[in-house]
C-alpha cells in the first residue's frame, strides 16, 4: 500500500491555479510534518526544494519563491494534505511530491529526513 497518493497536477496558462491533494495511508497524518517538494526538468529527484510544509504543532513554512501564492493545508478528517496553487508562473513547472516524516519539521529540507514518499504529479506551467 502505498502511504502518499499525490492528484490535481495538470497543465495550466500562467496566472491559473491548481490544487494538488495528498492522501496518507496506514499513519495518521497530523502527527507528521507533512511537506510538498518538487523536482525542477532536469534535476534529479534528490535534488528536490521544498515549497512548503505543515509541521505537527500546526506551524506552516513557505519557500520565499512562492510565499502568497500558494497555500498547504490540511483536512484531518480526510487524512489528506492539500496545496492549492494560484497565480501560477512558468518557473513552477515541476513534478511535486509530498513527504511525510514524524511530528516536527526542519528548518532545512533535507531528502533523507523524510520517511513516506507519493509518486509525484506533475505541473506544466505555460506562458
Known amino acids: 500500500q502505498t502511504p502518499l497518493v499525490e492528484s490535481g497536477g495538470g497543465s495550466v496558462q500562467a496566472g491559473g491555479s491548481l490544487r494538488l491533494s495528498c492522501e496518507a495511508s496506514?499513519?495518521?497524518?497530523?502527527?507528521?510534518?507533512m511537506a510538498w517538494v518538487r523536482q525542477a526538468p532536469g534535476k534529479e529527484r534528490e535534488e528536490v526544494v521544498e515549497?512548503?510544509?505543515?509541521?505537527?504543532?500546526?506551524?506552516?513554512k513557505y519557500a520565499d519563491s512562492v510565499k502568497g501564492r500558494f497555500t498547504i493545508f490540511k483536512d484531518n478528517d480526510k487524512n489528506t494534505l492539500y496545496l492549492q496553487m494560484n497565480s501560477l508562473e512558468p518557473e513552477d513547472t515541476a513534478k511535486y511530491y509530498c513527504?511525510?516524516?514524524?511530528?516536527?519539521?526542519?528548518?532545512?529540507?533535507?531528502?533523507?529526513?523524510?520517511?513516506?514518499w507519493g509518486q509525484g504529479t506533475q505541473v506544466t506551467v505555460s506562458s
Open positions: 513527504a511525510a516524516r514524524p511530528w516536527w519539521c526542519p528548518d532545512h529540507f533535507r531528502f533523507a529526513d523524510y520517511k513516506y
Open positions: 496506514g499513519f495518521t497524518h497530523k502527527n507528521y510534518c
Open positions: 515549497v512548503a510544509h505543515f509541521s505537527a504543532d500546526g506551524s506552516t
